[in-house]
């Protein structure tokens, strides 16, 4: 009998306005998985950060605090499989995923990683990031926004008193990140490319598409989920020149609400197959 665990996200890292489309999109992937033999047991992302995860062949993984995904580093058996793997979870971390996008070479925007305890230390790197005078982005360090709050805008003579904000949260660190021009996109994509697709952000009705190079946008996010190790992804990416995309942000298992019905057969495929295949992506 195949046995899998669904692992189902904390509601805490999950934007509000997504919690029911994060549970969606497991729910669906599951289904699908169930449909192909698979039985079925859930699990949360609470129970693993708290040492218990049941025994499985697969573990379908939304997980993404970093208490559950240390955890499931030594809980998942080695002849397991795990999609998405725990260790590219904690890369997409923002302390972690500047450090791999760095190294891998891909563009990114310029951004800083500074602790919050001392916001007035960080002032005199700031000018580096928005010398052009344009607003510095003020992002919490660790996890993606878990609120409106953990993703701000503010001009130089703000960011001290927004990385304070953060300090008063108890975040610890923040990403102070240069703002790139241009339109931005949203993605959504399974690691071997049966799966892709993407829109303009602002949702904005236009006479014609924006104009991108999709080959492009498709090179530059596939090549930085293999970078960090991801398989079910997502993001956003801008454009300052048409042929230029720079990656803004890179996520874990997103919610692929425009297109659920379609993502979640995909990746049910994906997973299936992999696990068909003795792991080999």
């Given at each position: 009998m195949k046995r899998l665990v669904a692992l189902y996200r904390s509601p805490t890292y999950s934007p509000e306005v997504h919690r029911g489309n994060d549970t969606a999109i497991l729910d669906a992937t599951v289904a699908g998985l169930e449909g192909r033999g698979w039985h079925v047991s859930r699990s949360s992302e609470g129970d693993v950060a708290a040492g218990r995860l049941p025994p499985a062949d697969l573990y379908v993984n939304m997980c993404q605090g970093p208490?559950?995904?240390e955890r499931?580093?030594?809980?998942v058996p080695r002849e397991a499989l795990a999609v998405n793997p725990p260790e590219s979870v904690l890369n997409c971390h923002r302390h972690r995923l500047v450090v791999r996008m760095a190294a891998a070479g891909l563009p990114f925007p310029r951004t800083l990683i500074?602790?919050?305890d001392e916001p007035q230390a960080a002032m005199p790197l700031v000018h580096q990031l928005n010398g052009d005078g344009r607003p510095v982005w003020v992002k919490r360090g660790d996890v993606h926004a878990e609120t409106s709050a953990d993703v701000v805008a503010a001009r130089e003579a703000g960011v001290q008193d927004a990385i304070a904000?953060?300090?008063r949260r108890g975040v610890a660190r923040v990403a102070l990140q240069a703002h790139v021009g241009g339109p931005i996109?949203?993605?959504?994509?399974?690691?071997?490319g049966r799966f892709f697709f993407w829109y303009a952000a602002d949702a904005i009705p236009r006479p014609?598409?924006?104009e991108i190079?999709?080959?492009r946008l498709r090179e530059l996010v596939f090549s930085a989920a293999r970078a960090v190790g991801l398989e079910v992804f997502?993001?956003?990416?801008?454009?300052?020149q048409p042929d230029a995309p720079v990656l803004i942000d890179l996520n874990d298992w997103p919610s692929f609400a425009p297109v659920r019905v379609e993502a979640a057969a995909a990746i049910a495929g994906y997973i299936d197959d992999k696990a068909s295949n003795g792991h080999q992506g």
């Open positions: 208490a559950a995904s499931l580093l030594t809980l500074v602790p919050t904000a953060f300090a996109v949203k993605f959504y994509a399974v690691a071997d014609r598409p924006i190079s999709e080959d997502g993001g956003d990416v801008a454009f300052p």
